[in-house]
């Protein structure tokens, strides 16, 4: 006999613990497609907002896709208050951005959401650009997280360019990282992770990330890897808070990421492989 059909009107909907808006590619490791799998592996419930839809990432020959409509992007926000799946929301992770309006967007939600869980962790990847190829996003994107969500983030995760371009500060020493970053422990920023701290500096073979926090300063210095894989800050900003909300301190939770990306770029480099692996 089949089971009776539940009543709909009965059933509660699916919780997410956390919502991450970044880009998302059919083919590779990037963005939502490594986040949702780091969080998954974390025990964590998590919904995908894709800030843009790729059919790669845009290194390769041929590339299609973009972002979705201001509209769009609106609507799926909404959506999900409109599911009423976010009452156990625990963490809002961003990454890439498509276009200004997708900031202004998180910025309202972000927002909306605080006033009703003012426990809200929210994680910023201000992605920009590097030291290699300068800013590759739109440059109005700049302005749009100054005004926008960098007071809005618990936590930020830029590399020291992003640090640089945000600030305004120079950031080629170490000392100057942490002092760039303490500009940006403001409104609602307790703490400012820069990876890929002062690159100059680094002794050989090694990288160095800087945690600065209202609380204090420390810097994890890790082995350098001779690969370089897309998706490897994805990787890193996903593990660090999925870290957090499993009840990991602020440098602990950023020694688990160096380590995951240290993990990962390692078993990539040995597989000879296109695409970031993620060990198992």
């Not at 059919?26 to 894709?50: C, M």
């Not at 640089?164 to 703490?191: F, I, K, S, Y």
């Not at 894989?229 to 990787?235: E, F, N």
Request: glycine share 8%; net charge negative; hydrophobic share 45%.
């Amino acid at each position: 006999m089949n089971a009776e059909m539940p009543d709909e009107s009965a059933l509660q909907p699916l919780q997410l613990d956390v919502v991450s808006a970044q880009s998302q590619v059919v083919y590779g490791r990037v963005g939502n497609n490594v986040a949702l799998a780091t969080f998954q592996r974390h025990g964590l419930t998590a919904a995908a907002v894709p800030t843009v839809l790729l059919s790669n990432t845009p290194h390769y020959p041929t590339l299609h896709g973009g972002a979705p409509p201001d509209e769009g992007f609106a609507g799926w926000l909404q959506d999900l208050v409109a599911r009423d799946c976010l009452r156990r929301l625990r963490l809002v992770q961003l990454g890439y951005l498509g276009n200004p309006a997708q900031a202004q967007a998180l910025a309202r939600g972000i927002a909306a959401r605080r006033a009703a869980q003012p426990e809200l962790q929210v994680l910023i990847d201000p992605v920009i650009g590097d030291w290699d190829k300068g800013i590759y996003v739109d440059p109005a994107l700049v302005q749009a997280y100054r005004d926008e969500l960098l007071g809005q983030a618990t936590g930020l995760l830029p590399n020291s360019f992003e640090l640089g371009t945000l600030t305004g500060a120079p950031v080629q020493t170490l000392d100057q990282v942490l002092a760039a970053a303490r500009q940006l422990l403001q409104g609602q920023t307790r703490w400012v992770v820069v990876t890929s701290a002062a690159p100059d500096t680094w002794p050989s073979g090694r990288m160095r990330v800087a945690v600065v926090s209202t609380e204090g300063t420390q810097v994890i210095e890790h082995e350098r890897v001779d690969a370089a894989p897309k998706g490897t800050g994805d990787l890193f900003s996903a593990t660090l808070g999925a870290r957090l909300l499993a009840g990991a301190a602020l440098g602990e939770a950023a020694q688990a990421a160096c380590d995951a990306v240290v993990a990962a770029v390692t078993l990539t480099h040995r597989e000879a492989c296109a695409e970031l692996l993620l060990p198992a």
